[in-house]
């Protein structure tokens, strides 16, 4: 499900750039997932989730990565 998604996502043509207050703005896309572990507290897996959002970013965008 989330594979299907992210495959989406990163096959999409996000190049065009998008009319924003009368400028060209160039979007990208950025994802990071990671389910919540059985007995985790929620606050260690929003940890883990932002993580893997700041390895997309810095592979430079229009990626997605999860933790499976």
């Known amino acids: ?6 495959s989406d996502v990163c096959s999409s043509d996000l190049s065009c750039p998008i ?4 400028k060209q703005v160039s ?9 919540l572990r059985k007995g985790e507290p929620a606050d260690s897996a929003v940890q883990r989730t932002d993580e893997l959002l700041y390895v997309a970013k ?11």
């Open 1 to 6: 499900l989330v594979s299907d998604w992210s």
């Open 19 to 22: 009319p924003v207050e009368g």
């Open 27 to 35: 979007v990208t896309v950025s994802v990071g997932a990671a389910l």
């Open 58 to 68: 810095c592979q430079g965008g229009n990626a997605v990565r999860v933790e499976v």
